[in-house]
């Protein structure tokens, strides 16, 4: 350890602690601090000696204003004292302070006094020169918290900045607020300890309030842009956008945001941009631009645009950009081309005008001959009309009439079995009641009333179908030659009475050729435009499907052909038509929406065209209707019937069949019924009904108070309650009067049938499988292969099992709609959808049904979301089939109907009044 010499000399602090250090080093001569000193001041000596007497320095040098401040202030009553004792640290900081550019400040110590230049001076105003030398936090006491704050910090060694500061200065005797960018830094003294703070200053005051103008002037100027509905923007030399107003997100679907940054070719596409390119390239030159395109648009589509680009000249003529302005001119340019098509239009009126004049004699008498053929076309109608409403009217009275009497020689014909005579006579009443019924018919359908059940059907097949038919019906003189052409279309209509409608002109072709000749059966596509529809009324342009009759006979008149479709109307000898032939070909096919022409010249022949709307959809699939023997049922029935002696005959014959039966004479007493709380399962009920409450709007209310209420309507004439559009109108059933007891236990076993179906889905549960005692199960048979097929079928039935066929998945669906099926049969590998889409399709609409797939592939994997299907492997016999349909069934959630209970005791009747009395039981 070195012990401190003493010295007779005072030195300053540091030179002590430099000759301590070079004592310690053993630097020097000598060893001690004297020696030192000694040799220290003869190097000092030597060096005056060679460059001459020294000559005293002021310090700080230069430093402007404040470095003569600096120099001229009493440092010697301040904690610094006299600036020859300061550090060097402190007095190179300092002079690095006054001679700097930028406006900085020292504060040194833990007061923090001031030492500055003259750029801080200017910030300091009316505060300047008393600051230098005064405590930081005296000269700035409204800042007094933040110099504390700072001088803390950066005496503890860390480095402060602060960009953009807001603050409040007071000096002459104001208070200004200013925005600076603030450094601090610490200045380190000679031994390693912060001696002060060294802090820069920016004033950024004139440049925030610069930009805050330009921001405001930006905003004001967008505020005009924007509210233009012109796309404003600014492109550079490198085609990126550097201003867009908002108008640019109606057009691209790009906000300003978005745009602005972005090369054009981004915003507008590189197509529109290479054509665009060359016109910014003259804008960028320094012309101004101007042009019409057409600009791609937001929409999809492009817009008729006025662009304009206009170059920014800088005041040393430099351009660096240009502006974009781009006018929407579509409606602009519309209505310019509109105008025009109106000059056009005009331009061409004015010609048919001369025409016209011209011509005006001619014209007015085509127009006077159209006009009377069209008053002759509309007295026809209306004549036709009003004859279908009285034939109709007519129809209506006499089934209910032929009902009476059918339906009692039916009852009539169980009382009488045994005797042969009497039976005979009965089959012949009945066999006039058929040809009664077939009359009603034929006026129902000339008077368009008749309820129609069309399909979606190809034609081509009722007329190959009906080959043998018509031959036996018109004798094998005549030569038949059918023509279809390729491509048929299908066709909506009711298949029963296209089929009548082809034999009664197929018969009065017969009739004109006197048995020879030659009849010709033409199908072909066909398209009625415009012009035809307006020359023939109630014709709608469109495609149709024509079926024409063409014979070799002796052809009409035009005075004949006018009255041919008017009913009871022939021009054959008495006692041989009817005369409701062709009334009734003519009424169905008006009532289709289709269309009749003739064709006839005397001596000729003639050729009916039959003109039927096509169809856009599949063709319907024809399920066959169940053969097997009558079985009635036990359910109770609401009789609604108006006409006292057929609601007798209908509930005599309803009793025979097991029913139990409740009749009431109009709707307003069967409401009563309804609501009474009686149980009832079906409403059977006739249409046209005397009272304000009609048989529709009583099917309504019924089932709103019995959800699962089976309804039937019944009629001889249905007007437009419950068909329109010559329709029956979806999901209503309808037995048309007259009808036998056979077709009256049908209608009500598949009306009833349905009602279960229903109940079945509601519930949803599972029943228990049936006994032998119950009805034969009905299984739908889906197999593409004929020979497979029939097979199976036949199998089936020899089991007592009843069976609908289909070569295809959607076959079988088309068939699940109008038949129920207790087990589905498919194979797996089907045309079109397979067997295992088909069953879930089948399950999604009767999820109880059972399912067997037949197939040969015995690696077959089930759908896992019918663990219940039965798998039966190719080739089966009858006992693995019926193994398979039985196990099927057993698990299937159906609920079959019951066999009908014997009439000992006879049916329930209860008679309800049009006051809604009960009058009794029976």
């Not at 301040?78 to 300061?86: E, G, M, V």
């Not at 081509?460 to 004798?475: E, S, Y």
């Not at 039935?797 to 049969?825: H, K, N, Y």
């Amino acid at each position: 350890m070195v012990t401190r010499q003493t010295r007779n000399p005072v030195l300053a602090s540091e030179l002590d602690r430099f000759i301590d250090a070079q004592v310690i080093a053993g630097t020097g001569t000598g060893t001690s601090a004297d020696a030192v000193a000694a040799e220290t001041l003869t190097l000092l000596r030597d060096r005056l000696g060679r460059s001459g007497a020294a000559t005293p320095v002021a310090w700080p040098i230069a430093g402007g204003a404040c470095g003569v401040a600096i120099r001229a202030h009493d440092w010697s009553a301040t904690p610094l004292r006299a600036i020859d004792t300061w550090s060097p640290q402190l007095r190179s900081t300092v002079n690095t302070v006054v001679n700097s550019p930028v406006a900085k400040v020292l504060m040194w110590g833990t007061d923090g006094l001031m030492l500055y230049n003259d750029g801080y001076a200017r910030i300091a105003g009316g505060k300047h020169p008393a600051a230098i030398g005064a405590r930081a936090v005296d000269v700035w006491p409204e800042q007094a918290d933040f110099n504390r704050h700072v001088l803390g910090e950066v005496m503890r060694g860390e480095v402060m900045l602060f960009r953009d500061q807001p603050m409040t200065l007071h000096h002459d005797g104001a208070a200004h607020a200013v925005t600076l960018d603030l450094f601090y830094t610490p200045v380190h003294d000679f031994d390693g300890s912060v001696g002060g703070v060294l802090g820069t200053v920016i004033d950024n005051s004139e440049r925030v309030a610069a930009e805050r103008q330009l921001a405001r002037s930006e905003s004001e100027l967008r505020i005009v842009t924007d509210a233009l509905p012109v796309l404003i923007s600014y492109i550079d030399r490198d085609y990126v956008y550097r201003f867009a107003n908002s108008f640019y997100e109606d057009w691209v679907g790009l906000t300003p945001a978005q745009v602005v940054g972005r090369h054009v070719r981004d915003v507008i596409g590189q197509p529109a941009f290479a054509v665009r390119q060359p016109m910014m390239d003259r804008a960028l030159a320094g012309e101004t631009v101007t042009a019409d395109a057409r600009l791609p648009h937001r929409d999809g589509g492009d817009r008729a645009s006025e662009l304009r680009y206009i170059p920014r000249v800088e005041p040393d003529g430099a351009i660096n950009g240009f502006y974009v302005l781009v006018f929407d001119v579509e409606e602009r340019v519309n209505r310019t081309l509109q105008l025009e098509r109106q000059i056009s239009h005009r331009e061409r009126a004015e010609r048919q005008l001369r025409v016209l004049n011209e011509t005006l004699e001619a014209r007015v008498i085509r127009e006077i001959e159209e006009r009377r053929l069209a008053e002759a076309g509309l007295a026809q109608a209306q004549k036709m009309e009003t004859i279908g409403k009285l034939t109709g009217g007519v129809a209506h009275d006499f089934n209910n009439l032929l009902q009476v009497v059918s339906g009692n020689l039916q009852l009539l014909g169980k009382d009488i079995a045994g005797n042969a005579r009497a039976e005979r006579r009965v089959s012949n009443a009945m066999a006039g009641i058929e040809r009664g019924a077939k009359l009603a018919a034929q006026l129902l359908a000339f008077g368009r009333r008749q309820a129609l059940e069309p399909k979606v059907v190809n034609v081509t097949q009722f007329v190959r179908g009906m080959d043998d038919m018509l031959r036996r019906a018109i004798g094998e003189a005549i030569e038949v030659e059918t023509v279809v052409g390729g491509g048929l279309w299908n066709t909506f209509i009711d298949p029963t009475q296209i089929e009548n409608a082809l034999l009664n002109l197929a018969i009065n072709a017969r009739d004109a050729m006197e048995g020879r000749g030659k009849l010709t059966i033409e199908l072909g596509n066909a398209s009625l435009d415009d012009a035809y529809a307006r020359g023939h009324m109630e014709v709608a342009a469109g495609q149709y499907v024509m079926l024409a009759v063409t014979d070799t006979g002796s052809g009409m008149a035009p005075d004949i052909i006018d009255k041919v479709f008017e009913p009871f109307f022939s021009t054959k000898s008495e006692g041989k038509g009817s005369g409701l032939g062709l009334s009734m070909v003519y009424g169905f096919v008006k009532q289709s929406g289709g269309h009749v022409k003739i064709y006839s010249e005397v001596g000729e022949g003639t050729t009916i065209k039959l003109y039927l709307p096509r169809a856009m959809g599949p063709e319907d699939v024809e399920v066959a209707t169940s053969g097997g023997p009558i079985i009635g049922g036990t359910e109770t029935v609401l009789v609604v019937e108006d006409d006292d002696e057929v609601r007798a005959t209908v509930v005599e014959m309803l009793g025979d069949l097991g029913y139990g039966v409740l009749k009431a004479v109009d709707a307003g007493s069967a409401l009563n019924v309804i609501e009474s709380g009686v149980p009832i399962d079906m409403l059977f009920t006739d249409v046209v009904m005397p009272g304000t409450l009609k048989s529709p709007e009583l099917a309504r209310r019924a089932r709103e108070r019995i959800p699962d209420l089976a309804v039937l309507f019944t009629s001889g004439y249905t007007e437009n309650s419950i068909v329109h559009g010559g329709r029956l109108d979806v999901g209503v059933e309808l037995l048309s009067k007259p009808y036998t007891r056979e077709a009256l236990a049908r209608k009500f076993e598949q009306v009833l049938a349905g009602q279960r179906a229903r109940r079945r889905a509601a519930e949803g549960h599972e029943d228990a499988p049936r006994s032998d005692g119950d009805v034969p199960i009905r299984v739908l048979l889906v197999e593409d292969d004929a020979a497979i097929r029939a097979g199976a079928a036949e199998m089936l039935r020899d089991l007592g099992m009843a069976v609908i066929e289909a070569v295809s998945a959607e076959a079988a669906l088309a068939a699940l709609q109008a038949r129920p099926v207790d087990v589905l049969v498919s194979d797996v590998n089907l045309p079109g959808l397979s067997g295992p889409e088909l069953a879930e399709a089948v399950r999604m609409r009767r999820p109880g049904i059972g399912v067997v797939f037949a197939t040969g592939d015995s690696e077959v994997a089930l759908v896992p979301w019918d663990p219940q299907a039965i798998l039966l492997p190719k080739p089966y016999g009858v006992e693995a089939l019926r193994s398979a349909v039985v196990r099927a069934a057993s698990k299937a959630a159906i609920d079959r109907p019951a066999p009908a209970e014997t009439a000992a005791e006879g049916p329930v009747l209860m008679q309800i009044a049009s006051d809604g009395q009960t009058r009794g039981y029976s």
